[in-house]
């Protein structure tokens, strides 16, 4: 539905559907398992996703009333599980900071000319913050590859052009403290620009609160440009060119009252209740942007990540409500805000957590897009060096599916932990073959219902849950491991050294 056909649909259709959806069953006795003896119940994911996912919440895009709504359904639903709040209420609010970009140009001065590029259709800037929006300019250098960045032998005072993405902070920090005026990260293919400029949209958040580490905004201003400008500057050997390159930026700030949803179950056991085993999954999305083809306006963002808050809260149900032994540990569902914008929901909480961070025993995060089929491989971020990636794989395994772990990297809400040194996974359906299926057939099938940041991303009747089933029971598995001690000894170790 376009953003006009939203707005015909009225406040009546809405309220009704707000009171359906907000309603709650009565604590009886629990749901039986479904398919194949799972825990995990696919028709509260079908439902969950089914509102969050409706064009009546406008995309859920930060600070906006979408949101607030997603936020008001979240804990509503967590109410009546029978969850309690992590603090002194189930929201956390987090202060935010949205620049609206009023105008911008890149100019690229040569020896015989000068050329003006286009905002946003030839360039954008790629997160936000006060260092991330400034304007600069500089004498340009040429560093390659991303990996080559370090070996730049000069770089103060000039704009650095390289390869996008550079999600290194490491390197990035690098080349600002080495007093680089700016980076244009070139995108090598236009496609993958006009993605970009969708999920960015015409405006840049940042926490408002002083102090606050974060992951992906920038310590030095940087901007994306497209193929054009590699083109027109002849990108070929690493090292100084003859051109200089100016971008000037002018934006307008207004606050945003952003908030993070946690809930908790309260472990069963005295002696390591005290303790908790974080799920994270956002639910924000890119709210309403630029119509597409078929002129819907709105980015419902059903697979990303409205499906993996449907996932956190059929684990919340399972654990709460489910046959098997409770928790032994707390555990905690976190909802992000803001992810969309540079993981600064979770960047807030890592920085003011609601549950000490010394007594988290690991965080499974679920934002990986909704396998429309179940899964028989996966991947696990974050669980490179850590028991609990091992723990996930040693899951896996045990089930007759296979496992790869690879470092953390500031993709998902998972990582804001994990640079604070919490055991953090980002558990990622692989590129196996589906349960069933074959190759061929498993690739069609994702290509069909894969919508990544289109305004396609909607709910249909007709998606096939039982792949995000296996996704959720997975997810299940690995905390249920956790909370029967796995890894836990030797965190504790670590913590004590």
Known sequence: MTMKGRLRAGAPA???????????PPRTAPPPPVGRGSIIDT????????FLANDLLAGRGTGAPGADLAAAYITAQCRGLGLRPVGRDFVQEVPLVEAVVDSAT???RTSGEVRRYAYPQEFLPDFGGERGLASFAGPAVYGGSPLALAELPEVRGAVVLTAAPVRDRALLDSLARRGAAGLLQ???DSSVLDLYRTSRGASRMAIAEPGVATS???????????PSVARDLALASIGPLSAELAVQLHVTNRTVAGRNVACLLPGSAAGVRDTAIVFTAHYDHLGVGAPDERGDSIYNGFSDNAA???????IAQAMARGPAEPMRHSVIFLFPTAEERGLLGSDYYAAKPLWPLARTAGVINLDAGAPPAPP??????GGDRSALGALAMDVALTHGWSATTSPATPNSDYYPFARSGVPAIFIIPGPGPYEGLTSDSSIALRRTWDHYHQAGDAWAPDFPFRGLQRYAEYAYLVARALDRGGGLEERRAVRRR
């Open 14 to 24: 809405f309220v009704g559907l707000l009171a359906a959806c907000l309603s709650v």
């Open 43 to 50: 028709l509260a994911i079908r439902a969950h996703t089914s």
């Open 106 to 108: 890149l100019l690229v």
């Open 186 to 188: 070139i995108v090598p």
């Open 216 to 226: 992906l905004l920038p310590t030095m201003p940087w901007i994306l440009g497209a």
């Open 308 to 314: 993996g808050v449907g996932m956190l809260l059929a």
């Open 376 to 381: 028989t491989s996966w991947r696990i971020p």
